[in-house]
């Protein structure tokens, strides 16, 4: 499925500007431990493992869904995004986590 939503975005690799295919079938995305993509809707990270996340079924059970387009999409809790991008500690994660950090105390201020 994810394969089918990543043609019909055109997902292609990220920074790469020669025409090299990108396959997103189950075999390229089993075998990925991270992708970055460029989608006509903009950049997307896929990571299989993000450093400092818990187990995959604790994500799924925290986590926020979205309907994007039809699609049911599921994106880790915020304060699980700032405590994985604390590990990774990166200075572009630093810069993610105080906008997190935003947007956490916003959704907290306006209740629930």
Not at 59 to 78: K, Q
Request: aromatic share 6%; glycine share 8%.
């Amino acid at each position: 499925m994810l394969g089918t939503v990543l043609g019909e975005l055109r997902a292609r690799l990220y920074g790469v500007y020669d025409d090299v295919p990108f396959v997103a079938d189950g075999r390229t995305l089993a075998r990925a431990e991270l992708l970055t993509l460029q989608t006509d809707l903009g950049k997307l990270d896929l990571l299989a493992r993000p450093a400092g996340a818990p187990p995959y079924a604790t994500l799924r059970r925290r986590a926020a869904s979205f309907d994007v387009g039809g699609f049911l999409v599921r994106v880790a809790d915020i304060e699980e995004l700032i405590e994985m991008k604390e590990v990774v500690g990166r200075p572009k994660d630093l810069a993610d986590i105080a906008e997190l950090d935003a947007i956490a105390r916003l959704r907290s201020d306006s209740g629930p």
